[in-house]
């Protein structure tokens, strides 16, 4: 499909599913190269990335965990800059190489706040990737080690992005028609 309705609006195809398959098999490739004979904990933040996740987390050969966080600090197609609770701590990190998994990162608000609670719980070693980056929109210093794709700022859905909690079962991305 070129373009889809999601609630009131439009989107047209962005990042095709054969695209999106094809840069998380290469990002998985670079994670078990560098992170060999670590014992790792992958922490992914719900709800939008849970199928990157899933994609991500199959391709990855070392002795890995995964576990999953869930904040929302968006309404709607804009940044609220509210940042609401972080649920689902049950893992104990102390001293381990923790890899956050983001479906995108936007301001970088959501990053920062999480980035600062393993520093909390003492993770030894705290890596990032993400599936989408808009660097127009960050406003953080946190280094980001993984990178699917760079995108311009504006609004995506699709492959487990939502517009108010819609079009997460698009298998490819989809940006907003202006
Ligand atoms: P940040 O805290 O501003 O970096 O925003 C991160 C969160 O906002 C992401 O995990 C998404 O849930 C949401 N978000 C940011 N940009 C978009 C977008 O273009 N489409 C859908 N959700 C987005």
Avoid at 54 to 70: P, V
Wanted: proline share 2%; charged share 30%.
């Amino acid at each position: 499909m070129q373009e889809v309705k999601v609630l009131d609006k439009r989107f047209r195809m962005y990042i095709p599913e054969d695209q999106l398959q094809k840069r998380i098999a290469q990002m998985a490739e670079e994670i078990n190269r560098d992170q060999k004979g670590k014992d790792v904990i992958f922490i992914g933040i719900l709800n939008g990335v849970f199928l990157f996740a899933a994609d991500l987390f199959r391709r990855i050969n070392l002795d890995a965990r995964i576990s999953f966080l869930k904040l929302a600090s968006y309404e709607g197609t804009s940044s609220t800059g509210k940042i609401k609770e972080l649920i689902g701590w049950n893992e104990d990190i102390t001293g381990k190489t923790v890899i956050v998994i983001e479906d995108i990162v936007d301001t970088g608000n959501t990053l920062e706040r999480i980035v600062g609670e393993l520093a909390l719980r003492k993770a030894a070693e705290v890596k990032i990737a993400t599936l989408l980056f808009k660097p127009e929109a960050y406003r953080k210093d946190v280094s980001i080690d993984y990178i699917g794709f760079e995108i311009p700022n504006d609004f995506v859905v699709g492959y487990g992005l939502d517009y108010d909690g819609y079009g997460r079962n698009l298998d490819s991305i989809y940006t907003l028609i202006q």
